[in-house]
């Protein structure tokens, strides 16, 4: 792990904000050179640190409305591997993130939909028949915030 100082962390700041800020742009808004600011950027991606460049949908314009967070509990954890339960789930397109958790439930999904209606045929006809599944929880997003987290 390298050692970061207050400008590594506004390089972070500003690349978690927008990830397609070029090093000049990142310079200017701390300070550095464009050099710099590359130098910079550059040591924090060969420590792993920047991870790589997302770009975000926004799903509502792209016409999916809904979106749900599903618990999902197995209903026998020794016949059906949890390898069979991640290929399965994360082969459905609706289905944005598969995290295996420690708590009541064994996986958390982040599921979206076009209305309720399109995400109860997603529950029913996919979900609910993949292999393994049993008690399933659902809870409907209404708002999200963006936070960047420590940094």
């Not at 529950?123 to 209404?142: C, H, Y």
Request: proline share 3%.
């Amino acid at each position: 792990m390298i050692e970061l100082d207050d400008i590594d962390r506004q390089i972070l700041r500003v690349l978690v904000a927008d990830a397609t800020t070029s090093a000049g742009e990142v310079g200017r808004k701390t300070g550095l050179s464009q050099p710099a600011a590359w130098r910079r950027i550059k040591r924090l991606t060969e420590a792993g640190i920047l991870a790589g460049r997302r770009v975000e949908l926004d799903a509502q314009k792209l016409g999916f409305g809904v979106t749900v967070f599903l618990g999902v509990k197995l209903a026998t954890k020794g016949r059906v591997s949890l390898e069979d339960f991640e290929r399965a789930v994360t082969a459905i397109p609706e289905v944005q993130t598969v995290q295996h958790v420690l708590g009541m439930y064994d996986y958390r999904l982040r599921v979206v939909a076009r209305d309720l209606p399109d995400f109860e045929r997603v529950l029913r006809r996919r979900i609910m028949t993949l292999p393994g599944v049993g008690d399933v929880e659902a809870n409907v997003l209404l708002s999200e915030e963006r936070l960047i987290g420590p940094i």
